[in-house]
């Protein structure tokens, strides 16, 4: 049955004030010679924070967090290299080093017109990622090798050397290599369209894989709402991604992405944060299409990340922080920041300190004329802000949904494997200390005092403060803090259900089915969530398979099952699952959605109504809501065209007033649109009232 239901075990709202961190908030203001506003009085919250334990967004994988390295950077090796990302918490690390990767062969370690630094080879890269504790990711060299030379590399390092190297991706952004203009990434195949990519990943994994089984294939694939997505290419019938997922998806293991979102300055591509997660939905909704059933089994990596504006500056320390958790709480299993020692290319000063634009975690060491980068391998402010993250969980723990009522906080939580639960709490705002209250549902705080964490202005590194008092928590301002709170005894007797997969779906129903659960559950209950931490009861069953009713069609719904045992304490979430109900396919009318053609921040699109009713319409109005919210309509013809928000309203123009009964006539109007990220189709449209189907 569907059931609105507000989740069960919300507690009372927990305060923590920080005597400590009160004290270094001083302090911190001082360094920075300014005086923020006060958000209110001491013990009045100016943001509120939800945590829903219920909602589980995914476990963290053992290479949730990676950084890249690069064959030009001497001191990619260095011990004190492996010690610092051993204490950050880095599980994987990315090599030979982005383009380089299309150059770079392996077997004599060349990269011809390219540096090569001495004591970069692939030995004691691996040397360095076994002293970090962590696992290689690998380009295969698409650009200028071949599938012979890829899988000798997998030989040598799996048969050979042992080294168990799982992550292979097959190029490195080889859309750059020219098909769509821009050209910087090597490639010697003449023909140099999506579908020759695709090509020869099929070589390439067959060749690998018949080494060592074991692998998992990388695709290279172009990350919605940027340059090149959406472009069609010359003599190409679609654009990258449809282009190559259509044929590889029966082969591949994961997809690699890139984000670099830019902006004037570092605080701007901190915004931009907010765009990922409608990406990462729209390379899933690509994968969905073409892997079907397989789509579970194929993960996606980011691979590279970075702003590309103010690098070495504190916002960017913090964008490092919520970039990573944000894409990780979207599907993700890998994030890797670009890069470990990278550079400086310019000088500017931001919050009071020198910022070199270097990419790298860690100083290289370097000037710019007479003003010159901290000693070699000090660490920039991003390598603190995702050295943060070993405060908010590691590998095996559950990250779990949660919200903030302010735009200036972001907020991240994960319920750890001990059963803790931490909180990072992300103040965007240079100038103000926020107070921030937690709401936690389906977890009861314990009544020790929590462990509180910081990184702060006038702090030189990730910092345990003393929890003491009872109030708000302090947020300084452009500071990332975690509070990590220990459960009350007493939890549930039974593990978390399985990964739930749909079985089937139409326009208003979807069956979900999972594995039980360890134990002896009594039920399981099946949540869908509705928004930041929200959630809403879809149904109860003591089956291991529910089948959902009510849902409107043509939506998107992620849901997590959780299981109940007898003395009524509810288990750990399920693993999400995300599925769509179908629009109805017996509605008395249709429309067929189709972009034309696409760029990156723009399109054109045409839409076809039919009456497929007994009777004729004189008169039509279609409405339809966009998926994404950067997504409108900029100008329109062969109708009447208006949007509010996401909703978007058309009217005939009179001369195509009227629609002949069963599919006698049509009308088609046109329209230019633009879209800040990802340029989802929408799925749902109402003609005259009525629901249609979609082509």
């Known amino acids: 049955m569907l059931l609105a239901h507000r989740p069960p075990g919300r507690t009372r709202t927990v305060r923590v004030l920080t005597a400590a961190l009160a004290c270094a908030l001083t302090t ?20 509120e924070v939800s945590v829903n ?11 949730a967090f990676g950084v890249n390295t690069a064959i030009w950077d001497a001191h990619m090796n260095d011990p004190e290299v492996a010690t610092l990302m051993g204490d950050a918490g880095i599980g994987a690390m990315r090599y030979p080093g982005g383009s380089y990767g299309d150059i770079y062969h392996w077997e004599d370690h060349t990269a011809p017109g390219g540096y090569v630094a001495p004591g970069t080879g692939f030995d004691d890269f691996m040397g360095t990622v076994r002293a970090t504790g962590a696992q290689p990711i690998i380009i295969a060299n698409y650009g200028t090798g071949t599938p012979e030379e890829a899988a000798e590399w997998v030989r040598y390092a799996n048969i050979t050397r042992g080294y168990g190297a799982k992550y292979w991706e097959i190029g490195n952004e080889i859309y750059g290599n020219g098909h769509y203009g821009a050209g910087w990434e090597a490639d010697d195949h003449p023909d140099k369209s999506p579908a020759e990519y695709a090509r020869n990943v099929l070589a390439y994994a067959e ?36 282009t190559v997922l259509s044929m590889v998806a029966d082969t591949i293991d994961f997809a690699v992405v890139h984000s670099y979102p830019g902006g004037a300055t570092a605080d701007e591509a901190l915004d931009r944060v907010a765009r990922l ?10 994968i969905d299409r073409y892997a079907g059933d397989r789509s579970a089994e194929i993960g996606i990596a980011l691979t590279e990340v970075n702003s590309n504006v103010q690098q070495n500056s504190r916002p960017n320390g913090l964008f490092a922080a919520d970039v990573y958790m944000t894409a990780l709480e979207n599907g993700v299993f890998n994030v890797d920041w670009w890069n470990t020692h990278n550079g400086p290319t310019e000088v500017n000063e931001v919050d009071g300190e020198t910022d070199f634009n270097d ?17 070699l391998h000090t660490p920039f402010h991003p390598y603190y802000g995702i050295k943060s993250l ?16 302010s735009d200036e906080v972001s907020v991240h939580a994960v319920h750890r494997a001990d059963g803790d639960l931490s909180v990072m709490l992300i103040n965007k705002d240079p100038d103000t200390a926020h107070r921030a209250d937690i709401d936690y549902a389906s977890f009861t705080p314990g009544p020790g005092a929590p462990v509180v964490h910081r990184y702060a202005r006038g702090d030189t590194d990730v910092t345990r403060v003393a929890a003491a008092g009872d109030g708000p928590q302090i947020l300084p301002p452009y500071s990332i803090t975690t509070i990590t709170v220990s459960p009350q005894s007493g ?34 209950e099946v949540y869908e969530r509705t928004g930041g931490a929200n959630a809403q009861l879809l149904g109860t069953t003591t089956d291991t398979s529910l089948t959902l009713r009510n849902l409107p069609p043509g939506t998107e719904h992620t849901v997590n099952v959780l299981a109940r045992d007898a003395a009524g304490h509810l288990s750990r979430p399920s693993e999400p699952l995300t599925f769509a109900t179908t629009s109805p396919r017996d509605s008395t009318c249709l429309v067929t959605y189709r972009v034309d053609t696409s760029w990156s921040s723009g399109f054109v699109a045409s839409v076809t109504v039919s009456n497929l009713g007994d009777t004729p319409i004189n008169g039509w109005t279609l409405d339809f809501v966009w998926p994404a919210t950067g997504q409108s309509v900029q100008s329109a013809w062969n109708a009447q065209v208006s949007g509010s928000g996401t909703r978007v309203h058309a009217t005939d123009t009179g001369g195509n007033a009227l629609l002949a009964p069963a599919g006698g006539s049509t009308a088609t109007f046109g329209f230019v649109g633009a879209n800040e990220a990802a340029n989802p189709t929408p799925t749902t449209f109402t003609l005259n009232g009525t629901v249609c189907r979609t082509a």
């Open 359 to 375: 990419a790298g975690l860690l100083s290289s060491g370097g000037c710019i004329g007479d003003v010159c980068q901290p000693p």
């Open 28 to 47: 911190a203001l001082a360094v920075a010679d300014r005086t923020p506003a006060a958000a209110d009085t001491a013990d009045t919250p100016d943001v």
């Open 53 to 63: 334990a219920a909602l589980g967004l995914g476990t963290l994988d053992e290479a």
């Open 390 to 405: 070993t405060t908010l969980g590691g590998p095996g723990d559950t990250m779990v949904a949660a919200s903030s009522s």
């Open 277 to 286: 997660p409608g990406q990462l939905r729209e390379v899933r909704r690509q």
């Open 491 to 524: 939890g549930a007797a039974v593990g978390a259900p399985g990964a739930p997969r749909l079985t089937g779906a139409d326009s208003t129903t979807a069956t979900v089915s999972w594995p039980a659960a360890d134990g002896a559950p009594v039920a399981y």
């Open 207 to 242: 060749a690998m894989r018949a080494v060592d089984p074991s692998i998992s294939i990388g695709v290279v694939l172009t990350t919605p709402g940027d340059w090149p997505d959406g472009i069609t290419g010359p003599g190409d019938s679609a654009d990258w991604n449809h």
